[in-house]
């Protein structure tokens, strides 16, 4: 697993090289601070599906058990995010329309795209690299995001873009295994698991991109 460890990292430095987070800048006002949230939705929701899929089409039964405790440890943070949009932008009526709206077509694209790996997926090895690499992709995004949400003035009032997510992503079970940087994995394996985690990167990168263009046109 080294090899694939270091494959994303290396996707990761790259992800937080992003402008979208080397130019967040404070703001008393969180829906400037902030203004890139909602364009996140159809990953936020998609991802409850992406993980219990996942877990479910696992065959071997103790890698099946360890990705079921992750996807139920991650139930119900859809619900910490739009509970967060309300606190940030105000209550009005979102709904199955807002999700569908054009300027969330690309996120909406990425989302399925990673969602469509779980059914590529042959080898159960490939199943905990598909989630290792959602989880440090979410914890780099979730730490960054904490800390302008604090910068900008929360008070601790904010759940998914706040330090309770932040402490639910640095306690998932399935990351506490030290012994599981020692697996060595197949050939064969690893080489389907790389060009894997370059794909599910590659899609966070687009999404970053249109998070980024919000920020900037509420920041323009």
Request: aromatic residues 8%.
């Amino acid at each position: 697993m080294k090899i694939v460890n270091e494959c994303i990292q290396k996707h990761l430095g790259e992800l937080v090289s992003h402008p979208l987070f080397t130019e967040m800048k404070p703001n008393p006002d969180l829906s400037r601070a902030l203004a890139f949230a909602e364009v996140l939705a159809p990953w936020v929701m998609t991802f409850q599906d992406i993980t219990r899929i996942n877990a479910s089409l696992a065959k071997d039964p103790e890698i099946r058990a360890t990705l079921a405790t992750h996807a139920r440890e991650d139930r119900g943070h859809q619900e910490w995010f739009l509970d967060d949009l309300d606190l940030i932008f105000g209550e009005r009526v979102r709904d199955v329309r807002w999700l569908y709206d054009p300027a969330l077509d690309v996120v909406r694209e990425e989302s399925l795209a990673i969602a469509s790996e779980i059914f590529r997926v042959d080898d159960d090895r490939l199943r905990i690299v598909f989630v290792e690499a959602l989880e440090a992709a979410a914890g780099a995004f979730i730490a960054r995001v904490c800390r302008q949400a604090a910068e900008s003035g929360d008070d601790g009032k904010l759940k998914y873009f706040g330090p309770v997510h932040a402490e639910a992503e640095s306690g998932h079970e399935m990351f506490e295994d030290e012994e599981r940087d020692e697996e060595v994995l197949p050939d064969d394996v690893r080489e389907r698991a790389l060009p894997m985690v370059g794909r599910i990167f590659g899609s966070f990168l687009r999404m970053a991109d249109v998070a980024f263009a919000k920020q900037s046109a509420a920041n323009a």
